[in-house]
């Protein structure tokens, strides 16, 4: 009697400093077959969302954990079984059927965002496999037989999945409509409608509370565990407010000008840059007389560290809380390189793939929080960086102009500062500087 060799899969070192993950979705489910390299889960670290590869092919026969768990490092994630009680090597591709073969090569194409340490295809397994753990030969066999077999659906795009997750929808349960038999971004919405219209859906809770589950006299409707993305925000801002005697400074600004001259800035054929780039271009220009902005206090806090340039922070409003992806050295792009990469920044943050090392290194952040719709705020310093430039909404209001009451184009500009590097006078010199660029933006004629 053959026994089948099982191989305990263990979260592998994140990297980064990272000790731990959360448990987003399961790709995959008891008895499915799989392949070498075949995302298995995704994965929520403090970084960012990345979908987790297997290491080893076979018969899937555990998972550990349910979505909102968190894993730490070593813990085992799924237990694999080699099919037909043979050893499968790294490089044999088992699939069950077609679908799965499609599931593979989807995932392998998929969002570039996998694991640090693990890679896809055409790389050599070689030291990653764990020692393997034999299983009771007569326990085995009816694990197998009594898990359910889960149809795998192929899922081209890792938004569509996650959409379908939002909802509350499995996508093992939606008809795909799409070409290649895949399930579309329509096929998850017009799911939502129908379990909508059914009464059948509701809003999935991380964490439910138990009946009697009440504080100061209200019941509690559920207990949801902050996921490491959101701790590690959680850390970071406490730190900022703890350790740092933040100042802010504040103007209105006439942007009417700006706002005028933005369809003409760009050259024919082209999109005009949105007014997020140009205010940043205008601000790595007031920064070039106001380095000491853009720098940081050293570790001791004995000394100011200045640098040769700017690594731009963008504060990023995504579905699983604020993300801060950095624009390297975009002190030396111009108007329209900077409006392409903060569009390419904003779309791989939402989209929830952004690598965890182009969420590093700023040393200063703008945040457009009026594309939130809000006029004003006292942001938080994104540590280390020792400034944040806040901007408002570009609204038109009643303003004076040679004496008269005219309505203008009004946006607030709030610049919040360590005290500790500068005074107010130099943050307000650099307010002022900027308030003059975007006022009167031909002054930077030839130099956006």
Not at 61 to 89: F, Y
Not at 382 to 409: F, M
Request: net charge negative.
């Amino acid at each position: 009697m053959s026994t089948l060799t099982a191989h305990v899969f263990r979260l592998p070192d994140l990297g980064e400093g990272l000790t731990e993950a959360g448990l987003v979705q399961w790709l995959v489910a008891v008895g499915d077959t799989i392949a070498v390299d075949q995302a298995i889960a995704e994965v929520e670290t403090a970084k960012s969302v990345v979908e987790l590869p297997s290491p080893f092919a076979g018969v899937v026969t555990a998972l550990h954990g349910d979505a909102g768990d968190t894993i730490a490092v070593g813990d085992p994630v799924l237990e694999v079984s080699d099919a037909a009680g043979t050893s499968a090597s790294p490089d044999t591709v088992v699939p069950e059927n077609a679908a799965h073969e499609d599931y593979r090569v989807e995932e392998r194409a998929g969002s570039g965002n996998v694991l640090i340490g693990y890679g896809t295809s055409g790389r050599s397994a070689a030291g990653r496999r764990r020692p393997s753990v034999v299983h009771d030969p007569t326990a085995a066999p009816a694990e197998k037989t009594e898990a359910p077999r889960a149809r795998t659906v192929a899922v081209r795009s890792p938004i569509v999945r996650r959409l379908a997750r939002d909802l509350g929808l499995d996508v093992r349960a939606i008809p795909a409509t799409g070409a290649d038999g895949a399930v579309t971004r329509a096929d998850v919405l017009r799911a939502a409608v129908d379990h909508a219209v059914d009464g059948a859906h509701a809003p999935a809770s991380a964490g439910s509370a138990s009946p009697v589950d009440e504080i100061d006299g209200l019941r509690v409707r559920a207990r949801d565990r902050l996921s490491p993305l959101r701790r590690a925000a959680s850390a970071r801002l406490s730190r900022s407010r703890s350790e740092i005697p933040e100042a802010t400074v504040w103007v209105d600004v006439d942007a009417t000008r700006l706002w005028d001259l933005r369809r003409e800035i760009a050259t024919t054929g082209e999109r005009a840059p949105s007014l997020t780039a140009l205010f940043a271009r205008f601000a790595l220009l007031a920064l070039e007389d106001h380095p000491v902005l853009a720098s940081r206090l050293g570790d001791g806090g004995d000394e100011i560290v200045a640098f040769e340039g700017v690594n731009l922070g963008i504060a990023t409003d995504t579905e699983r809380g604020l993300l801060v992806p950095v624009v390297s050295r975009a002190h030396e792009l111009s108007v329209a390189q900077l409006d392409a990469a903060l569009r390419e920044l904003t779309e791989t943050a939402r989209a929830g793939v952004m690598p965890p090392e182009r969420m590093r290194g700023s040393t200063f952040t703008l945040n457009n929080y009026g594309g939130l719709g809000v006029d004003g705020s006292a942001a938080i310093i994104n540590h280390p960086d020792v400034a944040i430039l806040g901007i408002g909404r570009v609204l038109e209001r009643p303003w004076v102009v040679d004496g008269e009451v005219v309505a203008r184009r009004i946006v607030q500009l709030s610049l919040v500062f360590d005290h500790r590097v500068c005074d107010g006078g130099y943050a307000a010199s650099f307010l002022r500087q900027l308030v003059a660029l975007i006022e009167q933006p031909l002054r930077a004629y030839g130099r956006v």
